[in-house]
């Protein structure tokens, strides 16, 4: 077993795009890119997908035809503790914008077990409360337990290729809630601090619905690449806070992959409206 190394990170990569449509086509040739170096290396590519806003964002993947979805095994960085066809599930919202439309075989995408019973037991409209969750060790259990199973299906992948503490993803591509949540890490939560585990629970998420599953920041800042995606006004305020802000106490800004990972920030000229960081014109 090794640990995280423990060079200094390299400082992100800004690239800020004019609209939406460069963006998505930026996303999409970047994506290929690290599909192809983790193809040469390994024959395979293992990404991380987030929900919210990002899914349409990967739409340009469709109208390439050097993408190799054989290859592809994917992970969802964050999910929330649904079913997998409720309009919340993050699996669903990347299944319906982009994997339905390619010949990725369902196998390859690794969702919650659909039939955990914590799926009925914190659906969004019966769930217990943050503070029935917090009094029972029971539903706690349960938690651990879906979190846990989500970990094993990692650790099936990565373990064959791999004696590191943590796995290394070849992409992790995340977004930035408005208050500089990523995945499901946000401002001020005890998660934020999980040293050991490679997927925690959460069951007391600011943003609905509560119950989640989210990876840890020891596995995003074991990956290789790690790209947020953010678009829109409504993202400026806090672009500017993550990146120009030296403190780094929000999630997004505590995202720093040590060498040889990187971090790059994807977004349009809208979100970075405010930002003083220096940008980096997109090229491959
Ligand atoms: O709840 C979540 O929010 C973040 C950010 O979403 P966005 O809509 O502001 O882009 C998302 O990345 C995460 O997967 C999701 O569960």
Not at 5 to 24: A, E, W
Not at 53 to 65: D, I, Q
Not at 114 to 135: G, V
Not at 144 to 153: H, Q, R, S
């Amino acid at each position: 077993m090794t640990s995280l190394p423990s060079q200094t990170p390299h400082p992100p990569v800004l690239h800020s795009l004019p609209g939406s449509s460069d963006l998505i086509e930026a996303v999409a040739k970047f994506v290929v890119k690290a599909q192809n170096e983790a193809i040469d290396k390994r024959d395979k590519f293992t990404i991380a997908l987030s929900g919210g806003s990002m899914p349409k964002n990967l739409t340009g993947l469709l109208n390439r035809n050097d993408v190799k979805w054989d290859k592809w095994e994917v992970f969802l960085a964050d999910e929330r503790v649904v079913p997998l066809d409720h309009p919340e599930s993050n699996f669903k919202a990347i299944y319906d914008e982009l994997f339905s439309k390619t010949p990725v075989n369902i196998s390859q995408i690794h969702a919650l077990n659909p039939d955990h019973d914590a799926i009925k037991k914190f659906f969004p409209d019966s769930s217990p409360s943050a503070k029935e969750i917090d009094e029972s060790e029971d539903l706690q259990d349960m938690l651990e337990d879906v979190a846990d199973e989500y970990e094993k299906k990692l650790v099936n992948a990565f373990a064959a290729r791999e004696a590191a503490r943590f796995p290394t993803f070849d992409l992790i591509l995340l977004g930035m809630g408005p208050d500089g949540h990523t995945g499901s890490l946000f401002p001020g939560h005890p998660v934020s601090k999980e040293s050991e585990r490679w997927i925690a629970y959460v069951y007391d998420s600011p943003k609905p619905p509560p119950v989640r599953i989210t990876l840890t920041f020891p596995v995003i800042n074991h990956a290789y690449r790690v790209a947020f995606i953010a678009a829109g006004e409504g993202k400026q305020d806090t672009l500017h806070q993550i990146l120009d802000s030296p403190s780094g106490d929000l999630p997004c800004a505590k995202v720093r992959p040590a060498p040889p990972g990187k971090v790059y920030w994807f977004v349009d000229d809208a979100a970075s409206g405010k930002t003083q960081y220096q940008k980096t014109p997109f090229q491959l």
